[in-house]
């Protein structure tokens, strides 16, 4: 299940109305493990196309070295579908690289970019093959169970 | 002359999950295959044969020094001592 803040839920449409009707695409970043979708990065699609998308490898290099050095991992990688349903094509399967993600499709087609909603799914997408899965909106993440600041957490603080 | 190469994710089932690993050589091409002879199978995700021969696939990205070496000579970018080599797999699709 894809659990993910009604902010950037909406950052992501709003990114795929604007690109309309070319496809955009994106990550949400998050701390290492967290599974918790917390820093927007929209991106640039290279391909500027409807029916492709692909980061920029300059652009990619600087994401992830970014990610690597917050301790983050793209916890959801988006795109939109501008003429089809938001479902993975078989180039999305194909070239799927992060088993760990969600991948999450959004589609702007019928007229959903200037109004309306617009379909957002999220998937797993691991050796070729696709799972749906649920996405649940919540206004705010609850507290992190896992803070950087509690005691228990801190290897040094505990065997000081 | 040992040179780090950076393995993406979906790559770390040939290197036993290690995030980063040693190679050697002076040029990418051979880079690759003495990663190959350590972590075998890893060349063919890597690499295809093209037209004119070896080439890095479509959906690879490799860096040498933060520069993609589609732009500085392909697999024949050379490599030195303290060179850092990233490889990423391109996030694109349909």
């Known amino acids: 299940m894809l659990t993910i803040e009604r902010e950037i839920h909406d950052a992501i449409v709003a990114h795929a109305r604007r690109d309309h009707p070319d496809e955009a695409c994106g990550v949400v970043a998050g701390a290492f493990g967290s599974d918790r979708p917390s820093r927007f990065v929209p991106m640039v699609n290279a391909a500027m196309s409807p029916t492709f998308y692909e980061f920029d490898s300059g652009d990619l290099l600087r994401l992830y070295r970014e990610m690597d050095d917050r301790d983050e991992e793209p916890v959801v990688i988006y795109h939109s579908h501008t003429a089809t349903e938001a479902y993975p094509s078989r180039t999305d399967t194909n070239l799927a690289s992060e088993p760990n993600a969600h991948y999450v499709l959004v589609s702007t087609r019928d007229g959903a970019h200037e109004s309306g909603p617009v379909d957002f799914r999220s998937y797993r997408i691991v050796d070729g093959e696709v799972t749906e899965e649920e996405v649940t909106i919540v206004e705010r993440y609850p507290d992190a169970p896992i803070d950087s600041t509690a005691p228990s957490t801190d290897p040094k603080r505990e065997s000081a | ?94």
């Open chain 2, 1 to 94: 002359m040992a040179i780090e190469v950076r393995i993406p994710t979906i790559l770390r089932t040939y290197t036993d999950g290690e995030r980063a690993v040693e190679s050697s050589g002076s040029s990418v091409a051979e880079l690759i295959d003495t990663l190959e002879s350590a972590h075998p199978g890893i060349k063919d995700r890597l690499v295809e044969d093209g037209s004119d021969g070896p080439a890095v696939r479509r959906f690879v990205n490799i860096y040498v020094n933060d520069e993609d070496i589609r732009f500085t000579g392909a697999l024949e970018t050379p490599v030195t001592e303290g060179s850092t080599v990233v490889i990423l797999p391109a996030v694109a699709g349909g």
